[in-house]
């Protein structure tokens, strides 16, 4: 019994590591689609892309597309946290930097931890604990709230913290008669109506060129590749172990920043990211 823990643990974390490479890859592709188009309109095109995606690979598996547990009340509190957290990330990582945005997320592993703990009775121990409150130290070194290097906008990020966090524990609670691949069309489709509101909304007109096109596509791949990753990392192992490998998104985040945005992260942002 040990060893299948271990051997189940050691899957579900090493999945959270790919998925947090491929988000922080589609971040990083929707942060600079975003100097030409109206952010509804990503969010329309990346649900849309995923949705098809993920329906291609439902037939492919002979599963049916709608399945009557998608009504069930895990799976619709999923959806709406779903919502919250890829719309205000969205946001965070078009008004702020990519690794700010990035660096408040990582308090999603702590609030996954004491939800599974408060409503799956998940036993966490001490070392975990511990561990886990370090690395949220670290987080806060990079984002000083209430200095000057503290970004308002920093709050859409707080937002989608609880949004993702959400969206993990309801994964995890979703029924088990839904596929991986039938929970990803249904992630996917709740982000079309979220971008066609936010565009009705803003009243932007609708501006692409064949640039952004190609990284929006690339953004769809790449966050289909983490969608399905991050699920089976939830349904894998117990969510106080897989979770806090969250935190390697930070360091995907810092690379990407620094290679491709040009950032010069300080020294206590520095600091942080090694705590």
């Known amino acids: 019994i040990i060893l299948e823990s271990f051997l ?3 899957r579900g974390s090493i999945f959270m590591v790919l998925a947090m490479a491929a988000f922080s890859i589609e971040d990083m592709l929707i942060k600079a689609a975003a100097n030409i188009v109206p952010l509804g309109l990503i969010l329309a095109l990346f649900g849309l892309g995923g949705m098809m995606i993920f329906i291609l690979l439902t037939w492919k598996k002979d599963e049916v597309v709608i399945h009557p547990a998608i009504l069930s009340r895990p799976i619709l509190v999923r959806a709406g946290c779903e919502v919250i957290g890829r719309l205000t990330f969205v946001l965070a ?6 690794s700010s945005a990035s660096a408040i997320l990582q308090a999603t592993p702590l609030l996954a931890i004491i ?5 799956f009775g998940e036993e966490v121990g001490l070392k975990r604990w511990i561990a886990v409150v370090i690395g949220f130290i670290g987080v806060l070194m990079i984002i000083r709230p209430g200095l000057e290097g503290f970004e308002s906008a920093s709050l859409f990020a ?11 524990l309801a994964t995890c609670g979703a029924p088990k008669v839904l596929s991986i691949i039938q929970l990803g069309v249904h992630g996917f489709f709740v982000l079309i109506p979220t971008g066609i509101v936010m565009m009705l909304y803003s009243g932007e007109p609708i501006r692409i060129d064949f640039l952004s096109s190609i990284q929006i596509t690339g953004a769809i791949i790449f966050g289909v590749i983490a969608y399905n990753a991050l699920t089976i990392a939830m349904r894998t192992g117990d969510v106080s172990v897989v979770s806090p490998f969250r935190y390697t998104r930070l360091l995907f985040a810092l690379i990407l920043g620094v290679f491709v945005f040009g950032a010069n992260p300080d020294l206590m942002t520095l600091l942080g990211s090694l705590l």
């Open 8 to 10: 189940e643990n050691s």
């Open 93 to 98: 990582i078009t008004l702020t930097s990519l």
């Open 115 to 119: 939800g599974a703990a408060f409503f």
């Open 158 to 168: 707080v937002i989608a913290t609880l949004g993702f966090a959400g969206r993990d």
